[in-house]
Structure formats: C-alpha cells, structure tokens
C-alpha cells in the first residue's frame, strides 16, 4: 500500500498491511491508534526492526499538519521536555510522515484517571494523577510551551517518567521564556474544563502542583473560574453537536426510514443487536414490560447493556409522537450533557428511531449496564434509618450539580437513582430539561426534591433527613 492507497481506504483500513513509504522505506502496521479518513492515520508499526508510532497525513492538509507536529516534536526536545524521540520525518507528494519512539506499554493519565475517578474527591489517588498533569503542564508554561489541544490522553506515564505527546497541539509564545499570564490563564482554563465539575472547589488546592513547579505570576482564582465556565460551555455545544452527526466518536445514519447514531467503538460488538433490537429484548432479560417501554438486559460480545425500546401505544399515540424527537432521542442527548457535566448515569451508546417517510414510530436506546443498586435497595421502603455517611454525601453532591447546571429530572423515583461505585447515578432521563432560565429551574427542582423525599413515609428518619440535608431551590 502506498500513501495515496491509504487516503483512499477509508476508515478501516485493512490489517496487517506494509506501507511504502516514499522515501523507499516500508512500515509493517500492525494496529491502527487513530484514523480521521483521508486525513490522519496514527498507527502501531515496525520500521528497520523496532516499534514505532507512525503519523501519517495525507490529503490538502497534509503539508500544514506536517510543518506543525515537526515543530512542536522538535520544540518539545529543545526546551528538555520529555517526549518521544522523532526517529525520521519527511513530506512528498502523496503526504507526509512521522515516526516516533513507540512507548510500549505506557499508561495515559486519562486511563489513570478513570481508575480512580469514582472516589472521593481529592482522594489521594486523584491528587497523584491530577498532581503529575499539573507538574507536566507548569514545565511546558515555564519553558514558553502550551498544548492547544490540553487533556490527559497527552500525558503517558513511561519507565517512572512522563512524557508529552502530540507535537502538533503544542505552541511556541517565547522558548525558554516562561508564558504570558493571560495565555496560562486559558490554557489552565481548557485543562480544568474537562475535569468533573464537582472538583471545583478544591481547584486551588489543585493550583499548589502548579506554583510548585512554575511561580511566574499570580493566578487569581475568580479569573481562572471564568475562563473554565467559558471553555465548559464551548466543549458542551460542541460534543453536542457531534453526538448527531458521523464523526470519529458516533457513526451516525440520517433518512426517512432511519435515525441512528452509535458510539463507534461499540459498533461491531452491538452489530447483531443494531440489525434486530426487537429480537435482543425478546432473548435478553426483562427489566420492565410497559404500556409505553419496554426495558430488557442484554449480553453481546463479552459485555452487559440495557435496551429499553419506546413503544407506540395506539394511533392517538403515534400522532402526538410522530411529528418530534422520541423519547429516546432526547434520552440519548441527556444522557450525553450529564456525562459532559460529570454528573453520574450510564453511558449512552446507541439510539435508534424507525421512521415512516421521516415520521417517527417505535425507538430504542442502550445505554452501557450499571450494576448498582437503587436507593429502595440500599436504603429500603420505610426510611428507618438516615442514609450511611457516604450514600448522604453523594445525594447532596448530585443536587448541587444539578442545581449548578440549572437541570431537573423530572421523576425522582427511589427506583431511578442508582448507588453505583460512591456515587449516585441518575436513570430514565426521558423528562429530564436543561433551563434557561433560573425561576423555570427553581419550580421544577423544588418538584424533583419533594418527589425524592415522598418515596418514604413523611415522618420516617430517612425523609426527615432529607428534608433537612437537601437544600431548598431559592
């Protein structure tokens, strides 16, 4: 295969397969890291014998993105930053191509991360990892460096070293100077955003791994806030608008015989179930059998999901229903803001709307299996006791993200809030509403608290207790 083979194979190209480079030399590719198609392809490879990381562009782009991955991977090595070597790198006419000293074995912080995600804020686990990207980051700042594309999947842990990659995000203010202020600010800012939002709080305890390393300039913190409020607000519009069209996360179908979007990396394992979703719920385990849903547990490729398909109950039905977004429509796209706002549910990973010319008739959604138990299961139906410490923590800290993102559920059933890894996870997000403005937001919280508070009797401890522990809307 050459170059120009490669920006024309789509967006799984076939494997194993030896590139011809054409410098004269040949990569045996192994596995493919990240295709963007007729565009970028990062790959696993041999090259004269050893492993290594290949970046290959082709397309118009190919020479722009050439020209910035060589000068942030050479600036990156100029200012004593640790980061892969560049073994060999060079342009033609078909494209252009990077080979870096593979890592093998090494561990993002973004997987570190997730391991230890569930627990308790600034538990000394997170500390560690949150510790190591800020030290990483006041090196790059301190040296005049910055990632425009900042998160943790940048930063491998290697041989008890970090090491920062992807040279193309990297920009130059002044080498060797440290950054400007207002440029740490932002670019801080962006490494923040993408945390839980619950974690802002302890943000200038955070701060400290950073002065450590870099003490250049004072860092305000309302300064800070603002600038992560703002690139919080640009990452949601922006994820949202991806989660209905076909990019690299979603494989999106659009006609008027079909809507469906899955996440891409699920879409071989659900293959059989995309194809018949009615047959799945039919051999899979029956959670709920309702007039207007029907929820069943399913296993396919090694892993557990839960399929819950909207029904359509009679014509009446279909012509209040037809003419918008299902419900699994919006369940998916709720299910999408929470998890951007680091507000626990289970993962949204494929929706599915059966249309007659563009009008919509039956829909289904699956969303990832959450083995926790709901609060009737945990706490029981007569409230004999306040919640355990830790339930009781997780409980106010869900309706303070909530009322932080002016969002209420709509149905705060005991059986649709899940304890699951010390945290609670919010279910059946079909009511679920995002408001614009506060006093919409203040009615419908004040709904969702006394609808959690009435699935215990009223003079029961565990109602007292919320009653109490639960804050108004005001």
Partial sequence: MTLVE???????????????????????????????????????????????LAKLLVGTRAARQFQREQQGALALSAQGMDTPALLAAAESAQGAW?????????????????????????????????????GAIAQLHRVGLWQDDLHLDNLMRHAGRLYVIDGGGVRIEMPGQALSRERVLANLGMFFAQLPAYLEPVIEELLVHYLLVNGEHALPLEALLKEIAK????RLRDYLRKIGRDCSLFAVERGAGLLRAVRRDALDTLAPVLADPDAAIAAGESLKQGGSATVARIATGGQTWVIKR??????????????????AWHSWV?????????????????????????????AYLINAYSAGQDLFQLLGHEG?????????????????QLAAARISHGDLKATNLLWDSGRIALIDL????????????????????????????VDSPLAVWLESALDKPA
């Fill in 6 to 52: 490669l920006a024309r194979a789509g967006r799984s190209p076939a494997l194993p397969v030896t590139l011809q480079l054409p410098s004269g030399d040949s990569l045996y590719i192994s596995q493919w890291l990240r295709v963007l198609p007729g565009q970028r392809y990062v790959a696993l490879a041999q090259w004269q014998g050893r492993s290594v």
């Fill in 98 to 134: 990077l080979l870096f000293d593979y890592l093998d074995g090494a561990q993002s912080l973004a997987e570190a991360w997730d391991a230890v995600a569930h627990e308790a804020p600034l538990s000394d686990a997170q500390q560690q990892v949150l510790g190591e990207a800020l």
């Fill in 231 to 234: 690139v919080r607000r640009w």
């Fill in 310 to 327: 909207y029904n359509i109950k009679n014509l009446l039905h279909w012509l209040k229903r037809c003419w918008r977004p299902s419900r």
């Fill in 334 to 362: 709720a299910g999408h803001h929470l998890a951007q706002l680091g507000i626990a549910t289970p993962a949204p990973v494929a929706v599915i709307e059966r249309r007659r010319f563009w009008l919509r008739e039956r």
């Fill in 384 to 400: 004999h006791q306040p919640p355990p410490e830790a339930v009781g923590e997780a409980l106010q800290q869900l309706f303070s």
């Fill in 430 to 457: 079909d009511a679920l509403r995002v408001h614009r403005r506060y006093a919409s937001w203040q009615r419908a919280a004040a709904v969702d608290r006394a609808r959690l508070i009435r699935n215990w009797p």
